[in-house]
């Protein structure tokens, strides 16, 4: 094993959000504007470092062509569908992965239901955890009902210990929980800080890589949404899923933000139930089961999460503020697309929001990232400033530009193909939309934002 090479006393300073390297500490991170982020941090042990490569001769390097003539990378199904086309259709021999969650989310459960799988799909499976005892994972393991799946189990947090026993026990799939929890003995800082999570993950990624084992590793995330520990592991690894989810829903979404083997922005819908995570294979009927009555403030989008279209539901509300500085609440969407959205209703359709209070949400605990909810939200809040309901069976799509121009949007088939076979008659889409026919459903083209409103709620007219 590399024992750590004393250079030069050289201290770098690293920032614990961003990674960015700095000479010196200061309070706030120049980089990402963190504050209290940045901590003393050793360099990774790279060997006596030469000044510069000139004038020494290195080996030539093997050139090849674009076209491969190995077979690509084995791999192996989960059997839960809504991981494995997260994953890009299952699992990828020799890759590394990291799934990133908030505390409590459901991590741990959702790779203990992954090992059992991977292992009766015939995988060696270790699941290393550093949070948890044995004695804990098994009692989950039996509320999960999985004691009678072959995965190994061990409670550790001792790298050098956890390398040696993978080298003995050549598995196909080690599961590492979490890699904040890892202690690697050769770099002389707390578990848990940048240079300790940045050092375990290269370490197990090269080991995984070397040894033809995949890896998945846990990892929290921080207060702002991403993976504690500097951004470089996410850069390390093949595939970053998140594991995402509102605390007091049931749904569980699980993301792929990267993936150097499938799509990236793909995602798996999962319910929580008192036996673990089950699978959503029809997510928009779930997310729509909820829907009462139609109500103002209420309206159905048709977006496209990944590969697949997902219906969500938006709600607003509008109501005269007591404050001097009217509330912009928002759960579900980018809260400065809510602001730019506003920003158009009030400049280019004279629809005001000043004085007013406006909560806006996206049903079931969904994140919507997709542009298109913008004629969706704008409906959302007009409808609910208006007190005018929409029709109970419209979905909408559509982007909105500042100049309250309407933009067409991706994957319009398949966009309505779902709004169709969920029971929605009619569709209202920007009109520069490609013209699709599909059978029942009739599409409204929208021109512009004003004239959708004045359309739409025109009658009662903007004014309150
Ligand atoms: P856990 O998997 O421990 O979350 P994480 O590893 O992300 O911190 O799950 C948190 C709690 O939720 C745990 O007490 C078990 C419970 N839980 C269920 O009861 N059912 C479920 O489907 C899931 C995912 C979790
Ligand atoms: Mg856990």
Redesign the pocket.
């Known amino acids: 094993m590399g024992q750590n090479v004393n250079m030069a006393k050289q201290n770098i300073f690293t920032c614990n959000e961003c990674g960015a390297s700095h000479s010196k500490w200061s309070g706030q991170c120049d980089a990402c504007n963190a504050w209290n982020s940045i901590q003393e941090d050793k360099p990774l042990s790279t060997g006596p470092a030469k000044k510069t490569l000139g004038g020494m001769r290195g080996k030539t390097i093997p050139l090849t062509d674009l076209a491969s003539k190995e077979p690509p990378p084995p791999r192996t199904m989960s059997g839960v569908e809504e991981l494995d086309r997260v994953l890009g259709g299952g699992l990828v021999k020799a890759s590394a992965l990291l799934v990133g969650?908030?505390?409590?989310?459901?991590?741990?459960?959702?790779?203990?239901q992954a090992a059992a799988r991977f292992a009766r799909n015939g995988l060696k499976v270790i699941y290393i955890s550093g949070?948890?005892s044995a004695g804990q994972i098994q009692m989950?393991a039996e509320?999960?009902g999985l004691t009678q799946s072959p995965v190994h189990l061990a409670s550790a947090t001792n790298l050098r210990d956890i390398l040696t026993t993978l080298e003995v026990e050549k598995p196909d799939l080690a599961i590492i929980?979490?890699i904040q929890t890892m202690w690697a003995d050769n770099v002389d800082s707390a578990p848990g800080s940048v240079s300790q999570v940045r050092s375990s993950a290269h370490e197990l990624t090269s080991f995984a890589k070397t040894n033809g084992m995949s890896v998945i590793m846990?990892g929290?995330v921080t207060k702002d949404g991403s993976i504690a520990g500097p951004r470089v592991v996410e850069h390390m690894v093949d595939t970053v899923l998140y594991?995402e989810g509102e605390r007091g829903h049931?749904f569980?979404i699980l993301r792929s933000v990267k993936n150097r083997f499938g799509p990236a922005d793909e995602i798996g819908v999962?319910?929580?139930?008192?036996?673990?995570?089950?699978e959503v294979k029809n997510p928009s009927a779930l997310f729509l089961s909820d829907r009462g009555k139609p109500a103002p403030g209420s309206v159905v989008f048709a977006g496209i999460e990944g590969t697949r279209p997902v219906l969500t539901e938006i709600q607003a509300l509008v109501a005269p503020s007591p404050h001097s500085q009217p509330k912009r609440s928002v759960v579900g969407l980018d809260s400065g697309r809510l602001g730019m959205i506003l920003a158009v209703l009030e400049s280019r359709c004279g629809v005001p929001f000043t004085g007013l209070d406006v909560y806006l949400n996206v049903a079931g605990g969904m994140k919507i990232n997709d542009p298109a909810a913008d004629l969706a939200v704008a409906a959302a809040l007009v409808s609910a400033r208006e007190d005018a309901a929409l029709p109970h069976d419209v979905v909408l799509f559509g982007e909105i530009s500042l100049s309250g121009a309407l933009r067409p949007v991706i994957q319009t088939e398949n966009r309505l193909k779902e709004a169709q076979k969920l029971g929605f008659t009619s569709a209202i889409t920007p009109q520069q939309t490609k013209k699709v026919a599909v059978a029942g459903l009739s599409l409204r083209y929208a021109q512009d934002l004003a004239t959708f409103v004045a359309e739409t709620f025109g009658d009662r007219g903007p004014e309150k």
């Open positions: 969650g908030d505390p409590g989310i459901g991590k741990s459960t959702l790779l203990l949070e948890e989950r509320r999960l929980d979490s846990v929290h594991f049931q569980r999962f319910e929580m139930t008192g036996k673990g995570l089950a």
